[in-house]
């Protein structure tokens, strides 16, 4: 006679009928989000809002509450990439929106990392240098992926650009490895509740005198690249432009070019 636990565990067939069950639930309920990601398209045309629908500040709010909900089986990573293949293609039903992705060193990890990210939904073109892919960015609905490790320091353009800025920082989970590369566009960044904020300074000084002089003033700093007599840094929080100790850091050409959400398992 089989115990309780024997018997309470499904047969082979009962799971795959099971699984077949929820397939088909979970293709009505996209196809459903799908209608209403067109409805929306479809709303703000008729209003003659036309302008780039990319949302990052309320797209990490949705990745974090999905990810504070109780699971049992699904990995943060399987949560996100479907999400983010939800997202992008609604955004992609809304406008031309596209990809311009400067590989560097790694190209094909930064086209990976641009997939994790953004899904597939959007066109991808890799394009061969930095002001490229900042070109890309410039065009209507569309995004710069570019490398943290180049021997071009491209972020310190942006200071010259204020329209541009990262607004994230790739990949979103410390599972997938270091951030290895930023996103940049023109839209607005806004504070989520856990992020980093990118900081340029042209001062000469270490980059450890530089860290312990934001320290000193309360702001909690990474180096995370250098190139060209330029030193971007990561500051941990939201900062506004103006912040009075960002004004009293170190260097003469200074400037902050855009935040990112934090990586969410950190």
Sequence with gaps: MGSDATDATPSLEEVRWRLDAIDGELLKLLDERASLAG??????RASGDTGFGLRPGREA???????????????????????????????????????????????????????LRFGTAPRLSLVPTAQDALAVARAPW????????SDTPWWGRLLAEPKLKVFAALPCLAAWGPQAALAVAEVEVEPTGGDQTFWVTDSPKSA????????????????????GGLKLFSLSGFFQAEDERLARAPGQLTGVIGAAPEQFDV
């Design 39 to 44: 409805a929306v398209a479809a709303a703000k």
């Design 61 to 115: 709010q949705i990745v974090r509450k999905l990810l504070d909900a109780p699971r049992r089986g699904a990995s943060n990573a399987l949560v996100i990439r479907i999400w983010r293949e939800i997202m992008a293609d609604n955004l992609a039903r809304q406008g031309p929106y596209q990809l311009g992705v400067f590989g560097g060193r790694e190209p094909a990890r930064t086209v990976e990392l641009t997939r």
């Design 142 to 149: 569309g995004v710069a992926v570019l490398p943290l490790s």
């Design 208 to 227: 450890a005198v530089i860290v312990d002089a934001l320290g000193q003033d309360g702001v909690a700093a990474e180096l995370v690249a250098e190139a």
